[in-house]
C-alpha cells in the first residue's frame, strides 16, 4: 500500500468575491471527465504563486493588492 502523503487542514476567511473566483475558476478548469474541486484551485494556485515566487516573477501590482486586503 502506497504512504500517504503527510496534509494540515487550513482554515482561512475569505470574501465573497474571492469564493466567487474560486468557485469561477473550479468550473472553468473542469470538463465532463475530471470535476475540480475549489480545494484543488487553492492547492494550484499555492503552487503557482510559490513558482512565481521563486523565479521572481511575481506582479508588484499584486503585492499591493494585499494591503487593500
Known amino acids: 500500500m502506497p504512504k500517504r502523503d503527510k496534509s494540515k487542514r487550513l482554515q482561512v476567511v475569505i470574501s465573497e468575491e474571492q469564493d466567487s473566483l474560486i468557485t469561477k475558476t ?3 478548469l ?3 471527465e475530471r470535476l475540480i474541486s475549489k ?3 487553492v492547492r ?3 503552487a503557482m ?3 512565481a515566487v ?3 516573477q511575481v506582479d ?3 503585492l499591493k ?3 487593500d486586503g
Open 60 to 62: 508588484p501590482e499584486l
Open 44 to 46: 494550484l494556485g499555492i
Open 39 to 41: 480545494s484543488e484551485v
Open 26 to 28: 473550479a468550473y472553468q
Open 49 to 51: 504563486l510559490n513558482r
Open 54 to 56: 521563486e523565479s521572481g
Open 30 to 32: 473542469s470538463n465532463p
Open 65 to 67: 493588492s494585499l494591503d
